[in-house]
């Protein structure tokens, strides 16, 4: 079995499994906010884990705020932003996820503000000059992603921050796919805030953590009884939060691998457009990350791929959404204006930094005998 759904979200990777498998068995468990002696053990167990995190994301001690996921940070770091603010512009890009676009829509919908939309260049990379253009003395927050979770391709984030530190405007990095995937360094980052899943890095599901530069300004959307100093209420998730730590030094100590799965992640683009002169690969020439292909066939539906690589245990996705059984493009390659005939045949290949290489090999042979299959029968 091959699984290639790691943008959608990792397994538990190998360090956090033998951790839990020991730290289940052996304790201790008790309220990190209990003034007892077990409290105070699980307590520090889990302010280790914050220095843990803090250390592998380049972020202070301070900064790192548990929570559950990238969608709790992303809204939390909105609501710090934008609450009780005179000012009334939201920019995002036209490739922002959902988690970020509702939020948006909702501060639209609810608190009169206005949101904006960056263009995407075809290749996947937010235009910068359009950002630029779109920045006004009215503008409260600008939320724009690291690196896509369709296409792999990175954003020029740094270079967002340093426009938008300039303006005083402060600078949501949604990093939910960038961080384990590739070095990150919230301190050089330049943002104002950032988020992340655990789900995502092979760590628990429903653990994340926001990071804020000034920890000061945030609110929290959960107010509870005071736990992580006030900023998220709620008894936290010690032992999901313990994962983090784990997940993202095992992320650390593969960084190597990197270099490895890219170079193969070519050389397999490169074999099937070889065979396939037709397919597409969606952000080609950009900077990606290295474990993510976005390829598509125009003529052969991204589903029916999918369906077929499954019935050989290969599992991938296809985030092209289904109106009346009808395949449509997604909003991302709509908005790098990539035609129907491109979009609704895309497949995506997503692996992890730890996964074997050579898996390329298979998935290869596996995508060529369902493309040589499925082209005989063109459905659109
Ligand atoms: C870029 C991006 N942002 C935010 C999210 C939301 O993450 P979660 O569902 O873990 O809260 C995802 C999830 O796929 C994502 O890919």
Redesign the pocket.
Known sequence: MIYADY??SAPICKDVREYLIKRLSEGPFANPNAIHYMGSKVLMAMENARSVCAKVLGADFKQVIFNS????G?SQAFHSVLHKNPKKEIIISGIE?S??VNCAKYYQQDFGCTVKIVKTQANGIIDLEDFKAQLTDDTAVVCI?AA??ETGVIQPYQEVSRICNDNQVPYIC?T??FIGKTLFNFKTSGADYAVM?G??IGAMTGT?ILLAKDPTTLKPIIIGGGQERGYRGGTQNYLGYETLAVALNYFEKHLDNIEAINSKRISFEKELKKRFPDVVIIGEDSPRLASTTYVSYPGIHGQAVQIELESQDIFVTTSSACSDNEPVTSKVLKSMNVTDDIGRGVVRISIGLCSDPAMYDTILDALTKTYEKLAKIKSY
């Open positions: 943008n959608g996921g990238a969608t709790e992303l996820h988690a970020v992603m896509n979770n949604d939910t796919q899943s789900h995502k994340g």
